[in-house]
């Protein structure tokens, strides 16, 4: 057994460091899925069908695909495409990566709330002759986004511990750390173990959050069916 | 500037290995999810601490830390060398979904209605007979959809054996890529394509059994 708590509890405040750009990538990335996910959900709700069929297949394919091989492609490969091909740094090329691989998980929840949505609730607003960007605002969204929370808080989590994969193309946060250290010192298991620690430390705590939260938002929600 | 049956044929090298991590990766998570997911319901503390501590331990963390760990820390830390880096990679990813799918596991068998435990126990069916004839069946229906959907996430993550130097589609792309700068967002793009293309029957898999577990369920 070649363990040593020295190397261990030495390797803490390194990757530690790294710990908060693993959080804020985290964030960033989530932020454009979120944004980028209603662009699915408006694109499967044009008139054409042919656009529609079109762009749920894309969705299809960005969702069925690696995110590591998309992060490569954006990384690697983008940049050598003439006309529209342009150097990203690595922070960018993972945002804009598992941004848009998970933008297509975020628009089925999205789909999800948005179909649970009462039918009167539509009828209602066109008979109160809303127009279309009223009847979204303020009667549908406000309705089909609340009961979604737990699960778009479930893919915060799921992304976390996805953002590491942004250390194969440069991304110096702790996955990159824990291999950098241990290629120095060849000595891997103590910072790889401290890296899992941590993922450990935030999305466990996380997950219990999530999980509370999901039984308070059912209750709510069954009451409000229960009574209308 | 390579011609795309030049890169293809390069790709097609790693094939066998992306087909092998992910057929032996969904046996063994398979077999771990329905022995963990059991375990979880049992009436015996021990087993259902044990077990619930080794899913939360595959949950909360990552699969690309778990496998950096198993590939460095199986041969320096416990000396034991599984042969080939292939089973390393089936062990992280197996012992990772495994732990995911076994709560679905869980939740499915949790899902029966409790009266058909109940009739069961007025039917005098033994314990085991109660699960392998009553609950189980109903479960399985409703674990289906789910469980391809898990298969296409085990897909995707075998990419990730090509980080501990496992020669798979992915391997075989960025060595191509190292060598024809130009060609990258061909051999990208056509790995995608293939990825898509072994995605496809779970995809459809997936949809065929959302109806299968829809099919002749009075509730919905």
């Known amino acids: 057994m070649n363990w040593s708590w020295t190397v261990f509890f030495e390797t803490i405040p390194l990757i530690a460091k790294g710990l908060w750009i693993t959080v804020g990538l985290t964030l960033a990335c989530y932020l454009f899925a979120a944004v980028f996910g209603f662009f699915w959900v408006f694109m499967s709700r044009i008139p054409s069908k042919i656009v529609r069929s079109i762009f749920g297949w894309i969705a299809v394919f960005v969702r069925s695909t690696p995110p590591l091989v998309q992060l490569f492609f954006i990384f690697y490969a983008w940049p050598v495409i003439p006309v529209v091909g342009v150097s990203l740094n690595p922070f960018v090329a993972a945002i804009l990566g598992l941004g848009i691989h998970f933008s297509t998980y975020m628009s089925e929840v999205y789909r999800s709330g948005i179909e649970s949505v009462d039918k009167g609730q539509w009828e209602a607003s066109t008979a109160l002759n809303l127009s279309t960007r009223q009847k979204w605002t303020k009667i549908i969204l406000p309705q089909a986004i609340p009961p979604t929370i737990p699960m778009l808080g479930n893919y915060l989590i799921i992304m976390f511990k996805e953002v590491p994969l942004a250390s194969t193309i440069g991304v110096v946060a702790m996955l990159h750390i824990a291999n950098d250290y241990g290629s120095q010192y060849y000595k891997f298991v103590e910072p790889l173990t401290v890296v899992a620690l941590f993922f450990l430390l935030l999305s466990y705590p996380s997950a219990i959050l999530i999980s509370k939260l999901e039984k308070k938002y059912n209750r709510k929600f069954d009451k409000k069916a229960m009574s209308s | ?220």
């Open chain 2, 1 to 220: 500037m390579g011609s795309l049956p030049d890169i293809f044929s390069t790709l097609v090298q790693g094939l066998k290995v992306t087909l092998l991590v992910l057929v032996l990766s969904i046996i063994c998570s398979t077999i771990i999810a329905l022995v963990a997911g059991l375990s979880r319901v049992s009436t015996n503390r021990l087993v259902t601490g044990v077990t619930g501590f080794y899913v939360e331990i595959f949950r909360g963390t990552s699969l690309i830390v778990q496998l950096f760990w198993f590939s460095y820390a199986l041969p320096g830390l416990f000396n034991i060398h599984l042969g080939s880096d292939i089973w390393v990679a089936v062990l992280a990813i197996s012992l990772n979904y495994g732990a995911y799918m076994s709560e679905i596991v869980r939740g499915s068998i949790q899902a029966v209605p409790s009266g058909q435990t109940e009739a069961s126990i007025a039917l005098n069916l033994s314990k085991f007979q109660r699960m392998r004839h009553i609950i189980i069946p109903q479960a399985v229906r409703m674990m289906l959809p789910e469980y391809g959907n898990y298969l296409i996430q085990i897909l995707k993550a075998t990419s990730l054996v090509s980080l501990i130097g496992l020669t798979d589609l992915l391997y075989y792309g960025n060595i191509y890529r190292s060598t024809h700068l130009s060609d990258s967002p061909t051999v990208y793009l056509l790995l995608l394509v293939m990825y898509f293309v072994i995605a496809l029957p779970l995809i459809a898999f997936t949809k065929k059994m959302e109806s299968v577990s829809k099919k002749g369920v009075a509730h919905g």
